[in-house]
């Protein structure tokens, strides 16, 4: 009885050590993370948005972000309607196609980062963490910089 009960505190210590996050499965798709960059916002204004170009091993989607530096992430799309452009959130996340590089850009699909405490300037950085349907999370550190023309433009947004 007393081997059963303290096997049993045992588990649910180490349950109560688990930061909740499981490790992929072997095999599991990855994403690797190129040019990450989010713009500077002016004083007063809390919200911006990041760029990066992503590539998964597997088909996956990009389904949130988290960072320190705001309260929300989220994953918008940006399209053309009716002669204006129009911004919404991708509630079911972003598709990623296998070996494909899908570029966050732009006038595209980017990250959006919403209720920024603190300004963002030219030479900071952002933390990112991106999590995926498949792939384990991924932590990014984004340069604070306005894009170049034509920096995002040589991959098409998917």
């Not at 452009?85 to 598709?95: A, F, H």
């Amino acid at each position: 009885m007393i081997r059963a009960t303290v096997s049993a505190a045992a588990l649910l210590l180490l349950a109560a050590c688990n930061s909740g996050e499981q490790a992929p499965a072997p095999g599991a798709p990855t994403v690797t993370v190129a040019d990450a960059l989010c713009r500077p916002t002016p004083k007063g204004r809390q919200t911006t948005g990041c760029y990066m170009t992503l590539t998964a091993s597997g088909d996956d989607r990009l389904v949130s972000g988290e960072s320190p530096q705001a309260k929300y992430v989220q994953i918008h799309e940006s399209r053309m309607e009716s002669n204006m452009m129009m911004m919404q959130q991708m509630r079911d996340g972003l598709p990623l196609a296998a070996g494909q590089a899908t570029s966050l850009a732009p006038g595209g699909n980017h990250l959006m980062l919403l209720g920024v405490e603190e300004p963002l300037a030219t030479g900071d950085t952002v933390t990112l963490k991106l999590t995926f349907a498949t792939a384990g999370p991924v932590e990014v550190t984004a340069r604070v910089a306005q894009p170049a023309a034509g920096e995002y433009d040589h991959v098409a947004a998917h």
